[in-house]
């Protein structure tokens, strides 16, 4: 995946989902992850939010 401009979150999804903490998480995705996944949010100290998502 290429990524055009260094200003841009990516975010990835494998049993959870990584966000680079320079961004910050809109409040409405965090009530979606909570909510509707039932997802606990970590910050973890490898600069990465951290949401686990065991189905």
């Known amino acids: ?3 055009k401009s260094k200003r841009c979150p ?3 999804f494998v049993y959870g989902v990584w966000l680079d903490c320079r961004f ?3 409040p ?3 009530a979606i ?3 509707y ?3 606990e949010i970590r ?3 490898i600069f990465f939010f951290f ?3 065991c189905p």
Do not use: C, D, I, P
Request: glycine letters at 4%; charged letters at 25%; hydrophobic letters at 40%.
């Open 1 to 3: 995946m290429e990524v």
């Open 51 to 53: 949401f686990l998502y």
């Open 43 to 45: 910050n973890t100290k």
């Open 10 to 12: 990516l975010l990835s």
């Open 33 to 35: 992850v909570k909510g």
């Open 37 to 39: 996944y039932k997802a």
């Open 24 to 26: 910050n998480l809109r």
């Open 28 to 30: 409405s995705y965090e």
